[in-house]
């Protein structure tokens, strides 16, 4: 070989890493999650070797007091991202009237019934993502309380009217609760400063407990709420172990975590070429009870030992 031609072949052996260094696609995401969500989004990508800095940037963004999401919508689509991700029907119905072509991966009660997506099996558009199920659980929370509070005539349902699938649930816990032979009263609270208006209407009808139908507003003020319930001696349940861990009484729902760290196989399939629209819309499998039983304790309920055997987490 001529010297000239060596050291040709050596200068391109030592510039190649480089090259291919600069050339390696770095991925945007856009996140419409409060921060739980992002951190679990990022450990989900992170374990499918999307590092951020190196091949992943995220832009996150979270909706003001769980009531607005068209700015915070808005503000993510002017980055112009690879892929969008969210949890909740009206992040979700933001997103999607804030770009018809930016892919959309999101979770939601009733995609189909608010026109996010055109069928679970084919989604159509550039939405696709998981199903809640909320409005299919409302009995089984119905049946939970029961157990609990198995002496109770009569239930209370605080729910978000802004929030679109929070009608079906409402039917749904209604019509649940009216085959256990309960009464049942709606509460509406569409912004935090609705809480203590809608707990002192609670004191007035004195219900024998609380469901608490699932809305990002609600989900934002957990502990708010757990604390309001726990002082009024509500047993209630909530639809996320959030509540929970906050001091609320019990929760039932999907494995939330999970569901998110889910949405990270589908951005990554998105990133390997398969188009939103021929992504179905997957449902939870796992539901997930837990108990506090410290509160419990507070609000003078003996939650039943054979209740207590089936959670899957008990707060002591």
């Known amino acids: 070989m001529k010297r000239r031609e060596f050291v040709a072949g050596l200068g391109t052996a030592i510039i190649s890493p480089h090259l291919a260094l600069a050339q390696k ?45 068209a700015g915070p919508a808005a ?4 980055t112009r991202p690879d892929v969008l991700v969210t949890a909740g029907t009206q992040a979700a119905l933001a997103l999607k009237q804030a770009t018809p072509d930016i892919p959309i991966v999101m979770m939601s009660s009733d995609p189909v019934g608010t026109g996010l997506i055109a069928s679970l099996a084919h ?15 409302s009995g089984k929370r119905v049946e939970l309380l ?19 699938p929070a009608a079906i649930s409402l039917k749904e816990t209604e019509t649940a609760a009216a085959a256990a032979g309960l009464k049942s009263s709606a509460i509406a609270a569409q912004s935090p400063d609705d809480f203590v208006p809608a707990f002192a209407s609670l004191e007035k009808l004195r219900p024998g407990a609380l469901v608490i139908i699932p809305a990002p507003l609600m989900d934002l003020n957990a502990a708010r709420i757990a604390s309001l319930a726990a002082d009024a001696k509500l047993p209630s349940i ?10 609320g009484l019990m929760s039932y729902g999907p494995d939330f975590g ?4 889910d949405e990270a196989v589908y951005i990554d399939k998105i990133f390997k070429g398969t188009k939103p629209a021929d992504l179905p819309v997957a449902q939870p499998t796992k539901f997930n009870l837990i108990i506090n039983r410290r509160t419990a304790t507070v609000i003078g309920i003996d939650v039943p030992a054979q209740l207590l055997a089936r959670a899957d987490e008990v707060i002591e």
């Not at 503000?75 to 002017?78: F, G, I, K, R, S």
């Not at 109770?152 to 009217?161: E, F, G, K």
């Not at 909530?238 to 001091?247: I, L, N, T, V, W």
Request: charged share 20%; proline share 6%.
């Open 25 to 69: 696609r770095i991925w945007r995401v856009g996140v419409l999650l409060a921060e739980r969500g992002q951190n679990a989004i990022r450990h989900g990508l992170r374990d499918l070797g999307y590092i951020e800095g190196e091949n992943l940037l995220i832009e996150a963004r979270s909706s003001r007091a769980g009531v607005d999401f």
């Open 75 to 78: 503000e993510l689509v002017a």
């Open 123 to 137: 989604p159509g558009g550039n939405v696709t993502g998981f199903s809640l199920l909320s409005p299919e659980v």
């Open 146 to 164: 029961r157990e609990v509070a198995s002496t109770v005539s009569s239930i209370a349902i605080l729910w978000n009217p802004s929030d679109p």
């Open 238 to 247: 909530y639809p996320d172990p959030s509540y929970a861990r906050a001091g």
């Open 258 to 261: 999970g569901l998110i760290r």
